[in-house]
C-alpha cells in the first residue's frame, strides 16, 4: 500500500523527538491470530509499529486507495505513535495506565496533514 519513501515523506513533519527512535514500520496482511488493527511493540532494542489490515467480525470496511491512505496514516499511525511517545517521553503513570487514551489524544492533536 505505501513505498518506503512514501512513508518516511509522512513521518518527517513530526516533531523529531516523537519518531526518531522508532526502529521499525511494517504495514502487514491481515494475521487471523491479531486482534488488533494496529500493534506498538517494545523489546530488545526494538521500537515496532505494525499495521494489519483487518476483519473483523466477518465484516470488511471497503476502502478506496486514498482513504485506505488517509486511515493509515492519519488514524492508525498517529495513534500507534502515540504509544511511542507515551512510552519514551511522558513519565506520567497515569497517562501510562491509560494509554490507549493518550494514544487517541495523541492522534488528535497532532493531526498533521498527511
Known sequence: MFERSYL???IAPFPPK????????WLRKTNKKEKYQGVYTVGSGVRLITLYQK???????EFTEESARRY???RLLLHEIGHYVNETLVRNKTA???SENSADNYAF???IDI
Open 8 to 10: 518516511k515523506s509522512r
Open 18 to 25: 516523537h519518531v526518531e527512535g522508532l526502529t521499525h514500520i
Open 55 to 61: 476483519e473483523k467480525d466477518n465484516w470488511y470496511i
Open 72 to 74: 493509515y496514516l492519519e
Open 96 to 98: 501510562r495506565y491509560k
Open 109 to 111: 492533536n497532532m493531526k
